[in-house]
DNA sequence: TGCAATATTTTCAGACTGTGCAAGGAAGAA
DNA sequence: TTCTTCCTTGCACAGTCTGAAAATATTGCA
């Protein structure tokens, strides 16, 4: 068994690492960097390095934070429209994320220009979305419009995130504002029928 | 200047190294294959092999076919509803995806299980959903919905790929009007005021 | 405190990936 | 044919990542 405070230790570790990496590519970009270069800079052997991570790509990206259990219950068992409960659950996530936001910057400038990153994301938001999938299901039965829904939510954090990294002075909240009236919108021009 | 002859014979070599790796990553898992082995299955020195695929994965990818021009400008200029038009637009594709439906299969069994894959596609998807944005501009003012509505539509085909895999016997046709429908009820549930 | 058990880090060796470069070969153009 | 251009290849080399075992550090407990 690993004690509380060997696995707090390990996530200090961790997050040295994605520093020492973020750090070394804001000046280079990633694939300029070695991983021997990022596991000096986080003061550890090249081997501890891949310990904590597989590659510089799951280095840089670290460990985001997953949606939380209460708040997928709180939108389980909402009563509330869909769509505001879906839109609360979104602005409880957006402020998990808005405490880190240098390193979301940063990670984001990456993610723009490597593929291998986008790739660790993508696998770990598609867990992230089959959990909110599960979830949405109570409320929903159709199980292609509880993912479809699921989907949009992730999606929708996405590209609020972008819209933010190219708004000066835009806090993300107000970019998933934004970002969240144009998925309404867009389900209204769905619905529309021709013409 | 590269001569028609020359391309046609580079989009086949292109295909070869693809078929060699798929018909490898069928037996053993990608990551137990070495580029050596493909490129000696495909007839081809290992440096040739990177000549035309950057890595494996990519390799293992192909090149997927990008959205038709043709059926983009019709999307653009289309006077139908728009999700009818847009279904229309994701049925054009799908046929040409129904094409190579063997190597769609072990494609996505292999992006089921690679993150780096999954990376490289998701980058192709990114620059695909770009430009269906622009073609969505035209019918549709607010940036955001049209972004939105692009986004959908890759989503649509991933996830009917995705229940094509799943379901013994469905045709990628019908999987993707049972992921439609979804997303058209997923709109419906938006708009739809609390109980 | 000090020992034993456990977890972590390091060292080392080695297989594999991916790139630059220069030589050789094949197809198309003149 | 001869020239040109593109493609392929072999080779060398830097970098990535893994396995195994030795060296350290931490924890729990006497």
Redesign the pocket.
Known sequence: ???????K??LE?AREIQKATLELAMKDRL?D???????LAA????????????????AAIGLPPPFSQEDKEALQHGSGALSADIKQFLDKHMEVLARDEAILRIVGSILRSNE?ARGILAGFLAGERESLTDALSYRVEDPQSAATLASHATDAIGRAIHLWEQEENLPLAAALDIVWQGLIDASRLLLLPAD
């Not at 960097?33 to 596991?39: D, F, W």
């Not at 052997?45 to 597989?54: A, C, G, K, V």
């Open positions: 068994m690993t004690s509380p405070l060997r696995q230790r390990r570790t694939e960097i070695t991983t021997e270069e990022i596991a003061g550890v052997s090249t081997r501890t390095f891949f310990n904590y991570y597989p590659n510089k790509e799951a291998k």
